[in-house]
């Protein structure tokens, strides 16, 4: 593989006005390429204060991106650091979740598509909020390295078809410091932003072709479906116009996907998907994905003949050899593949929640379970807290599920009784039994 350093790396410096750019922002008014690439070279050699970038983020809030800006300000902040190369010919694959609760896709999709023959370069960014990322999960297993030098992961990819590091590149810099200032001025949840944030990242990684999973309902950073719907077009409208292949799939987040949440308890269920089994939404959900992303990948003429594909690889056990494969290629202990319920840690003390009605679930609501599993220590309030891998809660009835009074609905798994206390706080809010039974959709739309 090879690198390229970013675009500011050098000693130019161009003519900037910060006040100007902010006001041509503030008035409405369209920025050019230039303009951009000034700004966010003006942003890594810091001669323009927070104070501006901030005030230029709310006008953008405000006013908007077109889509010519949109690619613009995408590719600035993608030259900012360094670009990972691949051959156009590998038709690497990148996958990109917007976050939910109980999300373990990404621990699945990875060594399945990768078993069916295509090549995936996964680089993941820290987990900050109610249930930990992807690398945090898989530091549940002992032994495990989810940070590789870039020759590691390369030369990873390279022979067995996947990896999955934290970013040991510094990919898209500017972006950290746009994403930090947008977190503290309330500028957040804007389309622009969100696109140009998370394509200039995928841009960066090197990959031919994206799979989006936007989530929305509670558990999402999209909590309706028309802002969902909005960024899975917008994403997939700027990744083609910057030469990509690109799918987005809207799915469910009102309430958390399959039976557990947990950074243990999730890798134990997504090997319990690559052995064949696990819940059906999920593993259906899997499919769909790892479908498209073979599609894309060049492996299958089709996302329905990808989603055959890659349905025999989960039932013939090459799904799973795959992620043993990965799992000691990154050093950890591969065993956990076949005996994951000895080599994972789970919380020894339990909370039971139970029904006090007959009915049929109505409510389990992703943003409290999400929260209620930070409150165990599962998730960070700040980026310095330390996870602890073995709390969970289980889901053992999901929405539109017949329910008998009585009948245990949540399964908590605690280290701490003060951690529990604050957990119930959450969870004890999070269900409702009503009348009827109302099944959710969990594959909502497909973006193009
Ligand atoms: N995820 C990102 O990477 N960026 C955003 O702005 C929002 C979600």
Redesign the pocket.
Known sequence: MQTDIGIFEGNKVMNFNGIEFIEKKRDGLPHNEEEFHAFIEAVMHKTIPDYQISAWLMAAFLNGLDDDELIYFTLALAGSGKTMIYPPEERIIDK?S??GVGDKTTLVLVPLVAACGARISKLS?PGLGYTGGTIDKLESIPGINMHLSEDEFRGQVDKIGCAISGHSVKLAPAEGKF?KL?DVTGT?PSIP??TA??IS?KLAGGAYGYLFDVKCGSGA?MNDIEKARELAQKLVEISKKLGKECVAVITDMEQPLGEWTGNSAEVREAIEILSGSGPSDTRELCLTLAGHMLNMSGRAGTADEGTQLAAQALDNGTALKKFEELISAQNGDSSVARDPERVLPRASSVCEIRSDRKGYLSRLDALLIGEGLRALGGGRLTQEDIIDPSVAIQLLKKVGDKVCQGDVLLRIYYNHDEQLLSALSYVNKCWQVGDSAVKRKLIIDMVY
Do not use: A, P
Request: aromatic share 16%.
């Open positions: 990109h917007t976050g960014g994403y947008r957040v932003l969100i944030s998370i990242k950073f």
